[in-house]
């Protein structure tokens, strides 16, 4: 959101930032659908960011669906110059890779699942 973007650039002016692509349509998940990357991007350099790139997690599903929904995102920042591209996590680093994140998130591989936030007995 461009109101996140307005808040890092008062407190950070000139900050490298990626913007977030949701490609599984999980509103969880955060992040602007594809079709509004080139407002949010253009944006966010209109506040003065330094947009490096992109970053998504990843849907779940197959590695075909995995591995479509990277390539998206690849494209996007391809079309955009966009140099930088964080996909994925721990479960589809190999799909990350093959579809050509510069960067990695391997959180739950060096540190475990995370624990449950939820009381217990619901």
């Known amino acids: 959101r461009l109101s996140l973007a307005a808040e890092i650039a008062r407190h950070a002016p000139g900050a490298r930032v990626l913007v977030q692509v949701n490609v599984s349509g999980r509103e969880h998940q955060g992040g602007c659908a594809p079709e509004r990357v080139p407002s949010v991007v253009e944006g966010c350099i209109d506040l003065g960011l330094d947009v490096r790139g992109l970053m998504a997690i990843g849907p779940q599903g197959a590695e075909a669906e995995i591995r479509a929904a990277f390539r998206r995102v690849r494209d996007l920042a391809d079309h955009h110059g966009l140099p930088e591209r964080s996909l994925g996590m721990t ?32």
């Open 91 to 122: 479960g589809d680093l190999e799909a990350a890779v093959a579809e050509g994140t510069t960067m990695i998130r391997v959180g739950t591989a060096l540190f475990g699942p995370r624990a449950s936030t939820r009381p217990v007995g619901t």
